[in-house]
């Protein structure tokens, strides 16, 4: 089975559920209700309401984005995706096989940000949308036994 990576949640979606939920409030329905309709849990509800209750409307609007801001901007996530089009040899390799080791060299001397091989990965697969698999260098193999 697949996993399929989280989603990023869309912050205005949740806020206007939040809103939503003050104005229930207001008509004095029960959090359960609330809850059922919303599809939420009751835990949610009830601190949605402990915040309502404190500060009104305005104390269930949206924090902004969460977490740590990415280390490339789109334009450089652009400039990478030219770059690896381009081949490896145009970035000073001596074949035109590209491997993660090389694509986090290319991606250091362009935008001087340094990332650990498994990131690279990730990157490639979840923010420049990289469904090919990246080639390795074969193993050898041994002999066949018969």
Known sequence: MKREGRKRKDLKVLEKRRRRAARLFKKQKK???IARLLGVSRQSVSHWYEQWSQGGTEALKSAGQTGR???LSPTQLKTIEKALLEGARAHGFNTDLWTLKRI???IKSLTGVSFTIPHVWWLLRNKMGCRKTITKRP?????PMI
């Open 104 to 106: 986090a060299k290319v």
């Open 69 to 71: 801001p990415p280390k």
């Open 31 to 33: 959090q359960a209700d």
């Open 139 to 143: 193993a050898p193999r041994s002999a």
